[in-house]
T-cell receptor, first 113, second 111 residues
């Protein structure tokens, strides 16, 4: 079963605009990760944020985590056509289930040139 | 390129048949994970191996089994295949840390 729910399901923007995707989850986590998938291909790891972190940056990516609300957001700034892909959040519960990722349903991002 | 390889890329078979999917992890990674991605179920964790031993199990059907060999490559065996088993099967590996590196997947079509 899917733990995460992502919002929106689909997002369409113009090149240069920012894209924000949200993820909510249900149980406690050790960390939360974001992955990108291009058109049915393999997943590419983007960024990981641990449960004791609130914000993390990597290049044009900014991730926030609010464990009290069990939610995370991924912001892609100055988007490019090459950012067109599906984006998934994945939660790692840690403990005896360490590494057992639970994925959300994903957000389909389309960036128009 | 993640460094994780999977074979074959595509597999077409009939209901009732048995197939084996193969995964070679990144050099040095001891953990291997298998995931299934389908339209109705999304991405689901199936099973994890660490250095040859089963570490965690997810929603893996009894008709499915996996193993990790001494050279650390892994195989996922799917038997008595049903139409609903058609999906993308991904393997991922990690060195024991948090980040998992995914292979390109095997697309299984059951006719």
């Amino acid at each position: 079963s899917q733990q995460g729910e992502e919002d929106p399901q689909a997002l369409s923007i113009q090149e240069g605009e920012n894209a924000t995707m949200n993820c909510s989850y249900k149980t406690s986590i050790n960390n939360l990760q974001w992955y990108r998938q291009n058109s049915g291909r393999g997943l590419v790891h983007l960024i990981l944020i641990r449960s004791n972190e609130r914000e993390k940056h990597s290049g044009r990516l900014r991730v926030t985590l609010d464990t009290s609300k069990k939610s995370s957001s991924l912001l892609i700034t100055a988007s490019r056509a090459a950012d067109t892909a599906s984006y998934f959040c994945a939660t790692d519960p840690g403990g005896t289930s360490y590494g057992k990722l639970t994925f959300g349903q994903g957000t389909i991002l389309t960036v128009h040139p | 390129d993640s460094g994780v390889t999977q074979t074959p890329k595509h597999l077409i078979t009939a209901t009732g048949q048995r197939v084996t999917l193969r995964c070679s992890p990144r050099s040095g990674d001891l953990s291997v994970y298998w995931y299934q991605q389908s339209l109705d179920q999304g991405l689901q964790f199936l099973i994890q191996y660490y250095n040859g031993e089963e570490r965690a199990k997810g929603n893996i059907l009894e008709r499915f089994s996996a193993q990790q060999f001494p050279d650390l490559h892994s195989e996922l065996n799917l038997s008595s295949l049903e139409l609903g088993d058609s999906a993308l099967y991904f393997c991922a590996s990690s060195e024991g840390g948090d980040t998992q590196y995914f292979g390109p997947g095997t697309r299984l079509t059951v006719l």
